[in-house]
């Protein structure tokens, strides 16, 4: 928008548990501010904690999670703001249903890509182990599924790269998306 001075965009981080997807998206939020962009963060636990507190998680419920972000972020993405949204977002026709809402030329998909063991030694809140013994359902990864996105606007591989190396990857495919056209 002219007044911003950036073109809107819904950046949407999708993995596994672990594998790094709020680490990235706050990274590359904090690095879109230091150049000048308004952004907002939105991830599973703002979103859980608050609006969508009412919850749980089976496959009825994980879209419904999805669906009540999809439009929050709509509404952040009409106020002119880059959006980084990230959540496990696990089944492909709800990225799509995203897609559709705020416009494909509008959505990017950042597939933070990462294998499930390790995403498991990662698991800082025991979330893993609690569902391999039973106490988490529905868990994605464990008991309930990760569809890979096909084609993502970028794959980074959060076992190969380091944070800085993945937000350097990320930083100036975004910013070509993002820039205001003069």
């Known amino acids: 928008m002219e007044r911003l001075q950036q073109t809107p965009k819904v950046i949407w981080f999708t993995g596994l548990s672990g594998s790094g997807?709020?680490?990235?998206?706050?990274?590359?939020?904090?690095?879109?501010?230091?150049?000048?962009?308004?952004?907002?963060?939105?991830?599973?636990?703002?979103?859980?904690?608050?609006?969508?507190?009412?919850?749980?998680?089976?496959?009825?419920?994980?879209?419904?999670?999805?669906?009540?972000?999809?439009?929050?972020?709509?509404?952040?993405?009409?106020?002119?703001?880059?959006?980084?949204?990230?959540?496990?977002?696990?089944?492909?026709?709800?990225?799509?249903?995203?897609?559709?809402?705020?416009?494909?030329?509008?959505?990017?998909?950042?597939?933070?890509?990462?294998?499930?063991?390790?995403?498991?030694?990662?698991?800082?809140?025991?979330?893993?182990k609690k569902a391999r013994n039973g106490t988490i359902p529905n868990f994605t990864g464990i008991d309930s599924p990760y569809e890979k996105p096909e084609n993502p606007f970028i794959r980074i591989s959060t076992d190969i790269y380091s944070v800085k190396e993945s937000v350097d990857l990320l930083i100036d495919r975004i910013q070509a998306k993002i820039e205001y056209p003069n």
């Open 21 to 128: 997807k709020t680490t990235l998206a706050t990274a590359v939020e904090y690095e879109l501010y230091n150049r000048n962009y308004k952004t907002f963060l939105l991830d599973g636990d703002n979103i859980r904690n608050g609006i969508n507190s009412d919850l749980g998680f089976t496959e009825e419920n994980r879209k419904e999670n999805i669906r009540r972000t999809s439009e929050i972020t709509k509404l952040f993405l009409d106020s002119g703001l880059i959006i980084l949204a990230a959540f496990i977002s696990p089944f492909k026709e709800d990225r799509e249903k995203i897609q559709k809402l705020v416009g494909p030329e509008n959505y990017l998909e950042i597939h933070v890509d990462c294998p499930l063991e390790i995403c498991e030694l990662r698991d800082v809140k025991g979330l893993y």
